[in-house]
């Protein structure tokens, strides 16, 4: 690949826009707002100049809704050897371009893709070129797609950095209903609890309303977008989350009659969710993707400083500790926090030791 055309420049395009230069591609920008599209030039991610010719690549990065309108008006100019589009929804946007009337033949130089990334933020702003890095990539090839494109595509997952996942359309799209579009509803109707309470309770506000929480700062009319696209195997899940709701909630009223029979009976309920939501959680993938690891939490008292956390890091290094995963948890009202370091088993004992000699108030 020596040329492509990004066709939208938000964070996705923007993003493979700025991999792509940084690896000597020649990447042409467009965008339905040209203001957008001179934001990511400035930001080193092409030029907004029209191509003389067609490219090597062309990467559709609109929404959902207008990916196969966009697709077809470029393949139909022949602006490209391959396309591509990098929506969240595979299916519906693969059938739409299918009833455009265009040729098989091209139609054979498109694939459909999906990187497995993104940010709170949008925008060229919020692009970064190592966005995808580690990331799943999905692409949904056909049996009729050309060999040469599925080349090309995978050579942008490479220049991303990404990790290339080949599925079906359809069912990548109930996939990304259960572990993308359903949490992001999800989250938005926990933080939603939280638009109209008391300051006091939301004062208290910890670690674990912030994980449930931080994907509902999200910009609506992106999800509204990604949503109307999918809409049906996001609406069975929320139908099978539902029932779970009435279950739980029928159970925790059971805790508070006085029969000790029904109060059993509720407990079990509860119990039974809660078991359930550990079998589901010890499925997601751990570090790297392989199956996931039981680290031990190492917690360590830090003032709101700086450099406070590069010390801790150079002092586990020195101490010969790899840091497998790191949270922090700040204080209410105080310039205080609580980091907590996830380490193998057998090295807590070593880190604990080594970051008590050099002064570091660990928590029990």
Same mark, same amino acid.
């Given at each position: ?52 010719? $067609? ?80 990331? $799943? ?228």
């Amino acid at each position: 690949m020596r040329t492509a055309l990004v066709i939208g420049t938000g964070l996705i395009g923007t993003s493979a826009a700025l991999a792509l230069t940084r690896r000597g591609v020649v990447v042409h920008l467009s965008d339905h707002d040209p203001g957008q599209a001179r934001t990511a030039a400035a930001l080193g991610a092409g030029t907004d100049e029209a191509p003389d010719g $067609p490219v090597d690549l062309a990467i559709v990065a609109a929404p959902p809704a207008h990916v196969a309108t966009v697709l077809a008006d470029v393949m139909r100019r022949g602006a490209a050897r391959g396309y591509l589009d990098v929506a969240s929804i595979k299916g519906g946007p693969r059938r739409e371009l299918e009833a455009q009337g265009l040729d098989e033949a091209v139609l054979a130089r498109y694939i459909g893709t999906h990187p497995m990334s993104g940010r709170e933020k949008s925008g060229p702003l919020a692009a970064t070129e190592d966005l995808f890095e580690g990331r $799943p990539w999905v692409l949904t090839p056909t049996r009729d797609t050309d060999t040469e494109v599925l080349n090309l595509a995978l050579e942008l997952v490479s220049h991303c950095r990404a990790v290339p996942v080949v599925m079906d359309a359809d069912a990548h799209d109930r996939a990304v209903a259960l572990v993308s579009h359903m949490p992001q509803l999800l989250s938005s109707m926990v933080a939603a609890r939280l638009e109209h309470a008391e300051e006091a309770a939301v004062r208290l506000c910890g670690q674990g309303i912030r994980d449930v929480t931080r994907i509902a700062a999200s910009e609506p009319g992106m999800w509204i977008d990604i949503l109307s696209a999918n809409p049906g195997p996001v609406a069975d899940l929320l139908a099978d989350v539902s029932t779970d709701l009435d279950e739980t909630v029928r159970a925790l009223r059971a805790l508070e009659s006085s029969d000790e029979t029904k109060r059993r009976a509720g407990s079990a309920g509860v119990e039974d969710v809660l078991r359930r939501g550990n079998a589901g959680q010890v499925r997601v993938p751990g570090k790297h993707g392989s199956a996931p690891r039981v680290y031990e939490t190492v917690a360590v008292l830090i003032d709101d400083q700086p450099g406070q956390l590069a010390r801790i890091f150079a002092d586990a290094g020195r101490a010969g500790v790899n840091i497998e995963d790191v949270r922090i948890e700040h204080a209410t009202g105080q310039q205080a926090g609580l980091v907590q370091l996830m380490v193998e088993p057998k090295a807590a004992p070593l880190l604990t030791a080594a970051l008590r000699e050099r002064g570091w108030a660990i928590r029990q």
